[in-house]
């Protein structure tokens, strides 16, 4: 047969879960006896090629570094290094141009976030696969795979391609990774219909999914980028990054600075030249000196920094960051999306309470810990425990759950571990919980025979003896299937016709609670039955009750996301669950409202979609597109989105949001690597820290903003004031650069590290389209700028009436500059609050820090005689310094009362 006859099956990809096995199998052409042929098998991979995911175009490294300058702030940077350069002064150039090195290299080392994602999802297919080839089983590298290809799968094997299920025994499958299904799903090789949701596609074995147990057989339809983690990475490879909101905003303050930088340049020159008669050179060289006045040269260095100790303090809380805008970022966020399971639940199915026919018990603890116990009733109000042995009833259903049962609980290297499935697992850790031992059980009553479960009967059946010889069959399965099997059910008082209709309204709210059910039953027999039939579990079957299951909530999750709603941030779950699941589950969290389903995003518009996002909290059975059309849409209506996930369906999701959010522990390479943060404890709590710490971020990024701009401007000022009325300029361009740079690595640094601000997680979300400064803020830069003109220029020109020298009257006005920023600073660590307190003055360590500092360098600068040479200054008379003194104390107290004034008219609610 013709490679190129299959071609097009199997890259068309028609609707296989809903051909049967043998149509699937004649379209293929495939033999599910023997296989495909060897040179069959060659004919196909050459037209299929092999069956991995190709890697993407990569930039070279150079372009890629090259990329990090291409900024505004980067330019005016670079401009300021040239000017400095060109001004002789090689030491201050360096110095700029290393922090531009030290930008790109971070942005450089943080860039590939798209080509790593997809060698993450590259590296989860399998390695080696299981094959039928001219009626001989071998082992084959999973790359040469080809459809047509006959698949033997066992438990613990990773499935290899896309495969149609052709016959399978008691065959489950973790998709997780691609759906989100919380357990793994039962496999069938009945067709189902054409339009099933992905998670319900019970025919296909997914590639990249792992066999929990049970074997199949089945024929390869897809490989390479024509599986469904194929699509996720061609959908993953297309999806654009988008900046982050204060990049943004630095980018769009940059191109105003820039202008207004130009302007005011451009403007001194034509007053210095053509009003005041300065020559062009003199005039060209004042234009130069204000430009380097007014560009703030540490603004980049503070900003990494800033965002740098964030990272830091984040990572104090489990909360790695990949990308340092991303911490910025998070302090803007309006919407969170989470993934449910494993992120919002902890991912271990847990019985959360047992219905006899007469009682009702909740199971305390969650997870695989056998810690807890049995309350009557659903109330959490009852705190006193059931105890077991004196509930008759309660204690068989548990005994019979332990013998009926697969799964190992054990506790190794201080922890409990879980061997088998995870519905099993609850099971047996309820009955640890209840004082029952499988092992001892098992020594009491060993195993007779068994009926392992299969999906086409939904149960499980063992029979077991004691050492008299009295025998017992317990079932084991689906709710509808065991009560079939019952004529009676057990009481504390003894057996009684089983109540079938009430049994049935049991059911149904268990599972509009979410709830995964399990029936128990038993029936005893004779010494002599040793061998286990249907027959025997058809009829004559005692009920014992029903126990109820799900994965819960993490507690700490629950207060996260009401602490996230008290900061105006919107909570949105997105599984791959059932709707009643998701449901249940969002309840109990606090995320309300009735899911919407994949199919009916499906149907929707981007428009209608948009509307709906917006008032719809929970979204159950989503696909990867599903997810990504929901961030997207969400993003169209001007909402900041994180978005958190383990698997790799939300690897797409996860890159297009404005923070992506993986799990560390639970979550795949591919989530990791398509995020922007890692959370360390997959807790997500964490995420809730994180916020904290990202408004805290923006604030002192925008306190640093605040703090240099008025030392620019004031510089700035100074010298437009200076050529505006012919006088000689109070501040030359190497003094200029000398203040600039050491109170940006000084003071201005000292912002980066000052803590959250009382109230930060009680304010709504800013608005992302709100620029960096505000109008009142602007007005305290220019506020500010003013006073520091006034200071500087004012004491430079009573020096100079006083007939000083004017290396003298230059040293007086640069110490009243740096004097006059080093006591805005105080005013600076609160842009709305008095800093007028024990507190706001002694508060901060990184702050006393930089002053000492900072009094340290300028001492050097006023008295050194080789920096005194080298920048023309002179040393002060102690009446000289308490001018300045007086000067900074008058600018700390105007800068206060502007601030208490705002509070009154102008900013009167915090925000």
């Known amino acids: 047969m013709a490679a190129q006859d299959v071609e097009g099956a199997g890259r068309e990809q028609p609707a296989w879960h809903a051909l049967t096995a043998q149509e699937a199998l004649q379209r293929l052409q495939a033999d599910p006896g023997s296989g495909l042929g060897e040179g069959e098998a060659a004919e196909r991979l050459e037209a299929h090629g092999p069956n991995r995911l190709p890697p993407p175009q990569r930039e070279s490294a150079l372009k890629r570094f090259l990329k990090q300058f291409h900024n505004l702030l980067i330019y005016i940077l670079l401009i300021a290094g040239v000017v400095t350069a060109l001004l002789g002064k090689w030491l201050d150039s360096a110095v700029i141009f290393g922090v531009v090195l030290v930008n790109a290299a971070i942005g450089y080392l943080q860039e590939g976030k798209a080509e790593e994602s997809l060698d993450a999802i590259r590296n989860m297919l399998s390695l080696r696969a299981l094959v039928l080839r001219g009626g001989e089983r071998m082992t084959v590298d999973a790359e040469a795979l080809v459809p047509g290809d006959i698949v033997l799968l066992d438990a613990g094997d990773r499935v290899p391609a896309d495969v149609r299920i052709l016959e399978q025994r008691n065959l489950r499958i973790d998709e997780a990774v691609l ?57 993953l490879a297309g999806v654009e990054s988008i900046t982050t ?15 207004a930088i130009l302007l005011l340049a451009a403007a001194t020159f034509g007053v210095g030249y053509y009003v005041q008669g300065y020559t062009a050179i003199e005039t060209f060289l004042a234009a130069v000196a204000l430009a380097v006045a007014a560009i703030p040269q540490g603004l980049p260095a503070i900003m990494t920094v800033t965002l740098a100790v964030g990272v830091q303090r984040m990572a104090r809380r489990n909360a790695i960051i990949r990308r340092l805008p991303a911490v910025e970022a998070l302090g803007s966020v309006s919407t969170i999306c989470s993934d449910k399971t494993g992120t919002l639940t902890r991912n271990e199915m847990t019985v959360r309470s047992v219905i006899t026919a007469e009682e009702r018990y909740r199971v305390s603890g969650v997870g695989y810990v056998p810690d807890g116990a049995f309350y009557r009733g659903d109330s959490d109000d009852d705190s006193h425990p059931v105890p077991v042995a004196e509930e008759p009833v309660l204690a ?49 009553q060993p195993r007779t025979d068994v009926i392992p479960f299969e999906s086409s009967y939904k149960f499980m059946a063992t029979l077991h003896h004691d050492h008299e010889g009295n025998g017992l069959i317990v079932l084991k399965g689906a709710p509808e299937q065991v009560l079939e099997a019952c004529a009676r059910e057990r009481t504390a008082d003894g057996d009684r016709p089983v109540e079938r209709e009430r049994w049935h309204e049991v059911f149904e709210a268990l599972a509009s609670e979410g709830r995964r059910l399990l029936a128990v039953a038993v029936k005893e027999t004779g010494a002599d039955h040793r061998e286990l039939h249907f027959d025997d579990v058809r009829e004559g079957m005692t009920l014992l009750g029903v126990a109820g299951m799900m994965d819960p909530p993490r507690d700490e999750a629950i207060d996260a996301v009401a602490g996230c709603h008290r900061a105006g ?67 169209a ?14 690897a797409p999701a996860l890159k297009r949001a404005d923070v992506g959010i993986a799990m560390g522990q639970k979550g795949t390479e591919a989530a990791k690597e398509a995020s922007e943060m890692v959370l360390a404890d997959d807790n997500f709590a964490s995420i809730a820290y994180a916020v904290e710490e990202g408004r805290t971020v923006y604030d002192n990024l925008r306190k640093a903003i605040l703090f240099l701009l008025p030392t620019n401007g004031g510089e700035a000022f100074t010298i437009v ?95 009243t500059l740096v004097v006059g920023e080093l006591v805005y600073l105080f005013n600076a660590r609160y842009i709305r609050e008095s800093s007028l307190t024990v507190q706001g003055l ?43 003194a007086a000067f900074g104390a008058a600018l700390f107290l105007l800068v206060e009362l502007e601030k208490a004034l705002l509070r009154r008219w102008v900013l009167p609610a915090r925000g």
């Open 569 to 635: 941030i919107g909570v949105k779950m997105i599984t791959g669950d059932h709707a009643v699941t998701a449901g249940a589950i969002g309840e109990q969290l606090g995320i309300r409202g009735d899911p919407l389903v994949g199919r009916d995003i499906e149907a929707m518009d981007d428009a209608e979609l948009g509307e709906r996002c917006l008032s719809t909290d929970v979204f159950a059975r989503t696909t990867p597109s599903h997810k990504l059309r929901l961030v997207e849409a969400l993003q």
């Open 179 to 235: 759906t989100g299904e919380s357990v793994p799903v039962e496999k069938a090789d009945e067709p189902v219909a054409a339009d099933a949701e992905l998670g319900d596609r019970r025919p296909m074995a997914f590639s990249g999914t792992l066999v929990a147990s049970g074997s199949g057989r089945g024929v390869v339809v897809a490989t390479g980028e024509a599986t469904e983690i194929g699509k996720i990475s061609t959908l």
């Open 245 to 259: 909101p204060l990049l943004r905003q630095i980018g769009q303050f940059g191109r105003w600075l820039s202008g």
């Open 637 to 650: 209506h001007g909402q900041i989105v994180a978005m958190t996930g383990d698997g790799v369906n939300d």
């Open 396 to 444: 068989q259903l548990l005994r019979g759950v332990a013998l009926c049962n697969e799964a190992r609980l054990y506790h190794r290297e201080d922890r409990w571990r879980l061997q088998g499935g995870p519905t099993e697992g609850a099971l047996m850790v309820a009955a640890v919980k209840g004082g029952f031992s499988r092992e001892a059980l098992e020594r009491a």
């Open 842 to 884: 002694l508060g901060s360590r990184a702050a006393l820090l930089a002053v000492a500092v900072l009094v340290l360098l300028q001492g050097a600068f006023t008295y050194a005689p080789p920096l005194q040479a080298l920048f023309g200054v002179a040393g002060l008379s102690p009446e000289q310094w308490g001018r300045v």
């Open 721 to 815: 004031g200076a050529i505006s009325l012919g006088l000689a300029l109070p501040i030359t361009p190497v003094q200029i650069l000398w203040v600039n740079m050491v109170t940006a690595v000084t003071l201005g640094l000292a912002l980066a590290f000052e803590p959250a601000e009382p109230g930060i997680m009680a304010r709504r979300p800013r608005d992302p389209e709100q620029p960096i400064l505000s109008g009142v803020l602007l007005w305290r830069v220019l506020f500010v700028s003013v006073l520091l003109v006034l200071g500087t220029f004012g004491h430079f020109a009573y020096m100079e009436a006083q007939g000083v020298s004017e290396e003298l009257a230059r040293s007086v006005a640069i110490n």
